[in-house]
């Protein structure tokens, strides 16, 4: 079988076996920053007739599966280690594991860490460099506005930036906080640079790319949240009792099966309540919370800040007018729709998310959302909760029922 051979450059002397196989390569295939990298090494001159430059990835994809069956040995060159955010997963996905070989060097994560003198094994590692890969843009797993939530969780993240999401713009979102950035340029070139500032100092500067971004808190200044579940209703800004029950909410998280990471519609989002709870839970979810009435919007608001809930986007409007552009969801809860839960059910329907979770108030509501699930195939499951909380009347304590939910799950 013709074989893939993914080889990682930019940090270290080729190992004998990388030699061997370059030096019997019928194409070598490489961006034109890694070509460059790669007039560096001894091999290269043996072998520069062999090597094609192709920037795009899909077209590199492309023109190995015209040729992979002409050719003996493919190499296709990558930046340090291939199967860290790189293109060693592409290359197995499309070509099955037993047509590709992958052979490793450094990654820039850890050479960043060595050059800061840091260890790594407790850091966070996400990638905010675009790709080809239209999973991956769809899915949006992180943004930059998403670092200041991990920060809750993390005191150490390092981040893989590109030209949109580089250093300055990820100061921007933290100005707020006190910690130290480390911005690592160019590592393994001669004009490698390690630049060491406060958000406010690195907002202010431009930086060569290709960069990694440390970010680091103090010891002393890291204390992640002791309470990642749990916020009690007078916690929670909210107005006139619109916001849903401690009890209810916890059950309702329990029955949406939360990813950690994904994107999370909550619609009719009210106070928020809901949202909160899941964005502290999951600080690498992305929660859209859909809320058309002012006052809400202004409670979500509150809450967001109160307890740095950055992975939260709200989204002013009703649905389902507004549901359109936002990134498909792996999961949705609708708490309020006002008259129109059969026009959002079916518009969430249709993205083919696998489960979805709606409280409802009335009998016809529930109805309602059952109605749709059937029609559409859903697997449905119903709990009634009834909730007595305790009163002190005349000295004595005396059970108070609220008004009891209804929660449907709909699950493909």
Avoid at 93 to 107: C, K, P, Q, T, Y
Avoid at 126 to 134: E, F, N, V, W
Avoid at 146 to 157: G, M, V
């Amino acid at each position: 079988m013709n074989k893939i051979y993914v080889i990682g450059i930019g940090y270290k002397p080729l190992e004998k076996r990388a030699q061997e196989i370059i030096s019997n390569s019928s194409v070598i295939l490489a961006s034109n920053r890694l070509s460059e990298v790669f007039k560096g090494y001894d091999e290269f001159e043996a072998v520069k007739d062999r090597v094609k430059v192709i920037n795009n990835v899909d077209e590199t994809i492309n023109f190995i599966k015209s040729k992979i069956s002409n050719l003996n040995q493919i190499i296709l060159l990558a930046s340090g280690d291939p199967t860290f955010f790189g293109i060693g997963r592409r290359a197995v996905r499309e070509f099955g594991r037993d047509a590709v070989e992958i052979i490793s060097d450094l990654s820039c994560i850890q050479i960043a860490f060595s050059r800061i003198k840091e260890s790594w094994d407790d850091a966070f590692l996400m990638s905010l460099h675009g790709g080809p890969d239209p999973e991956k843009r769809r899915r949006l797993p992180y943004e930059t506005n998403d670092i200041p939530s991990l920060l809750q969780k993390y005191n150490k993240i390092a981040v893989l930036t590109d030209k949109e999401n580089n250093p300055s713009e990820i100061a921007k979102v933290l100005l707020q906080s006190e910690i130290i950035i480390y911005v690592c340029e160019k590592l393994g070139y001669e004009d490698e640079r390690i630049t060491e500032g406060t958000p406010q100092e690195i907002a202010k500067m431009s930086f060569s790319s290709p960069n990694v971004v440390i970010i680091k808190q103090s010891e002393a200044g890291f204390q992640p949240s002791p309470i990642p579940f749990g916020l009690k209703e007078n916690e929670l800004a909210h107005s006139r009792g619109l916001i849903t029950k401690d009890e209810v909410r916890a059950i309702t998280i329990h029955k949406l099966r939360l990813p950690q990471k994904g994107v999370f519609w909550d619609i009719g989002a009210g106070s928020g309540s809901v949202s909160i709870e899941a964005a502290r839970l999951y600080p690498e979810l992305k929660v859209f919370s859909i809320e058309k009435d002012e006052e809400q919007i202004d409670h979500i608001k509150e809450n967001k800040g109160r307890f740095n809930a950055s992975n939260i986007e709200i989204v002013k409007g009703e649905a389902p007018d507004v549901l359109n552009g936002l990134p498909l969801p792996d999961r949705v809860f609708i708490g309020g729709s006002g008259e129109r839960l059969k026009e959002i059910m079916d518009y969430v329907i249709e993205t083919k998310v696998k489960l979805i979770v709606v409280n409802a108030a009335t009998i016809e509501t529930m109805n309602d959302a059952v109605e749709c699930f059937e029609n559409h195939g859903y697997n449905i499951a119903i709990s009634e909760i009834s909730v007595s909380r305790a009163k002190t009347i005349a000295g004595k304590r005396h059970m108070s029922a609220l008004n009891p939910v209804f929660i449907i799950t709909g699950e493909k």
